[in-house]
């Protein structure tokens, strides 16, 4: 599993699978204050980015990746949100 959680931070590192994108809604709602660390992610399965843009987390870390983080990260960071 790729998506991990430590109090109000979630972590996505790897590949983000279709199985991560559950975990992480469920979370998402039920987590206070949510952010997310990207650092280390360098893919995001189609139905994780969806959850990402539903509900539009503050982004703590942004992908090293730079696909991501130049051309996805910015349709789902809320203002706020730290490279």
Same mark, same amino acid.
């Given at each position: 599993? @790729?998506?991990? #959680?430590?109090? !109000?931070?979630g972590c /996505?590192?790897?590949?983000?699978?279709?199985?991560?994108?559950m =975990?992480?809604?469920?979370?998402?709602?039920?987590?206070?204050?949510?952010?997310?660390?990207? @650092?280390?992610? #360098?893919?995001? !399965?189609?139905?994780? /980015?969806?959850?990402?843009?539903?509900?539009?987390?503050?982004? =703590?870390?942004?992908?090293?990746?730079?696909?991501?983080?130049?051309?996805?990260?910015?349709?789902?960071?809320?203002?706020?949100?730290?490279?």
């Amino acid at each position: 599993m @790729t998506f991990t #959680t430590k109090e !109000h931070v979630g972590c /996505l590192d790897g590949v983000a699978t279709a199985e991560d994108a559950m =975990d992480l809604a469920v979370w998402l709602v039920s987590t206070k204050n949510a952010s997310i660390d990207l @650092t280390t992610c #360098t893919h995001l !399965h189609g139905a994780v /980015l969806q959850t990402l843009l539903a509900y539009r987390p503050i982004v =703590d870390a942004l992908p090293h990746d730079p696909f991501l983080a130049e051309w996805i990260m910015p349709n789902i960071t809320r203002s706020g949100a730290r490279s």
